[in-house]
T-cell receptor, first 110, second 115 residues
């Protein structure tokens, strides 16, 4: 079945630093989604990608749909304390299932 | 606009008891999903539905059942609760994958403890 590997598992950075995380799939995906989850809450959509090579920004966040369609990247520039949380990638291939990555736990220190 | 609503928010079950987790969406989405999230882990797909009357298994369906009699509702049933089903359960909905905006929207979750 489809598998998503997300890395890194966790990151501890200082406020103001840039952050990069990525997801790789064992099969081709047609959609990549990036979510953020705060403690005790459901995941909230950050960025949606629908086309190979697509680069999309949402404020300080930028995500890219890999050319091979088997990977995606999320960058956060100039991190701030409220960026703390768990970031998940999710993707859909040729099935109707929406599969999630294992998450990247981000901690930002002032 | 309520989005995706899950009830209850919290529940404690004894081993062997059964319960139904409720999920309703008011966005007229065809697709609905149930996920479980164990502590410190990602989301695992339990069941999903592409429309009323159609359901299919996800990654971890054992111990659960679903039904989809209406577009709005997608309840998840636990028949014989086991400690391994202690988790946070999330319901989500989306438009079909072949449409432009197919991102999934999530409810607030149901925190279930089986003792």
């Amino acid at each position: 079945g489809q598998q998503l590997n997300q890395s890194p598992q966790s990151m501890f950075i200082q406020e103001g630093e840039d952050v990069s995380m990525n997801c790789t799939s064992s099969s081709i995906f047609n959609t990549w989604l990036w979510y953020k989850q705060d403690p005790g809450e459901g995941p909230v959509l950050l960025i949606a990608l629908y086309k190979a090579g697509e680069l999309t920004s949402n404020g300080r966040l930028t995500a890219q749909f890999g050319i091979t369609r088997k990977d995606s990247f999320l960058n956060i520039s100039a991190s701030i304390p409220s960026d703390v949380g768990i970031y998940f990638c999710a993707g859909r291939g040729n099935t109707d299932k929406l599969i999630f990555g294992t998450g990247t736990r981000l901690q930002v220190f002032p | 606009n309520a989005g995706v609503t899950q009830t209850p928010k919290f529940r404690i079950l004894k081993i062997g008891q059964s319960m139904t987790l409720q999920c309703a969406q008011d966005m007229n989405h065809n697709y609905m999903y149930w996920y479980r999230q164990d502590p410190g882990m990602g989301l695992k797909l339990i069941y999903y539905s592409v429309g009323a009357g159609i359901t299919d298994k996800g990654e971890v369906p054992n111990g659960y059942n679903v039904s989809r009699s209406t577009t709005e509702d997608f309840p998840l049933r636990l028949e014989l609760a086991a400690p391994s089903q202690t988790s946070v359960y999330f319901c989500a909905s989306s438009l079909p994958p072949r449409t432009r905006y197919t991102e999934a929207f999530f409810g607030q979750g149901t925190r279930l403890t089986v003792v």
